[in-house]
T-cell receptor
Framework: AQSVTQPDIHITVSEGASLELRCNYS??????LFWYVQSPGQGLQLLLK??????LVQGIKGFEAEFKRSQSSFNLRKPSVHWSDAAEYFC????????????FGSGTKLNVKP | GAVVSQHPSRVICKSGTSVKIECRSL??????MFWYRQFPKQSLMLMAT?????????EQGVEKDKFLINHASLTLSTLTVTSAHPEDSSFYIC?????????????FGAGSRLTVL
């Protein structure tokens, strides 16, 4: 069965520190992979996506993610966190070319210390 | 860029009444839209797939008579929560598939928070 695991429910980092949010997936084949960010009371904003090709993907707001097929992982990283990055982050997968089924992880809430 | 608009962003209603939430694709046509529900501190769960001009496809466990979906045009899908009860209080988010950068991407609305008293 398809599933997405985000093992960290909460993460707190200091402003300016580096960040890595973990995401592992279970899927029959290599899916499309996404990271979304949700601010309190808001919808989801796409940070970045991986469909194929270069396994290191650059996104908006200085985020990047690396797809590692051998580990079934798609971890999100940022070298220097800003206070405005405090939000909830969701990893998601979808079957290639099929958006009828989007599977979301349970989310990781990021707190940023001043 | 592709924008999906939801209205209202917040609604409070009395138990037993019905509430309609609109989802519009502002600058593109969406033959398919998706409705998600998000419980507090949890992830999004797909409720149903809304198809323009045809019946919606509901996920297992979602009551189609409770959550009525209408997709009457290529830019509008509506979710009506009928005879709402406090347990229906939740954050409802719609999304639509947008053809961008050579591939489809899901664009999400800002969500609608429903509180049933």
């Amino acid at each position: 069965a398809q599933s997405v695991t985000q093992p960290d429910i909460h993460i707190t980092v200091s402003e300016g520190a580096s960040l890595e949010l973990r995401c592992n997936y279970s899927y029959g084949a290599t899916p499309y992979l996404f990271w979304y960010v949700q601010s309190p009371g808001q919808g989801l904003q796409l940070l970045l996506k991986y469909f194929s090709g270069d396994t290191l993907v650059q996104g908006i707001k200085g985020f990047e993610a690396e797809f590692k097929r051998s580990q079934s992982s798609f971890n999100l990283r940022k070298p220097s966190v800003h206070w405005s990055d405090a939000a909830e982050y969701f990893c998601a997968v979808a079957a290639p070319g099929n958006f009828n089924k989007f599977y979301f992880g349970s989310g990781t809430k990021l707190n940023v210390k001043p | 860029g592709a924008v999906v608009s939801q209205h209202p962003s917040r609604v409070i209603c009395k138990s037993g009444t019905s509430v309609k939430i609109e989802c519009r694709s502002l600058d593109f046509q969406a033959t398919t839209m998706f409705w998600y529900r998000q419980f507090p501190k949890q992830s999004l769960m797909l409720m149903a797939t809304s198809n323009e001009g045809s019946k919606a496809t509901y996920e297992q466990g979602v009551e189609k008579d409770k959550f009525l979906i209408n997709h009457a045009s290529l830019t509008l899908s509506t979710l009506t929560v009928t005879s709402a009860h406090p347990e229906d209080s939740s954050f409802y988010i719609c999304s639509a598939s947008f053809q961008g950068s050579g591939a489809n991407v899901l664009t999400f609305g800002a969500g609608s928070r429903l509180t049933v008293l």
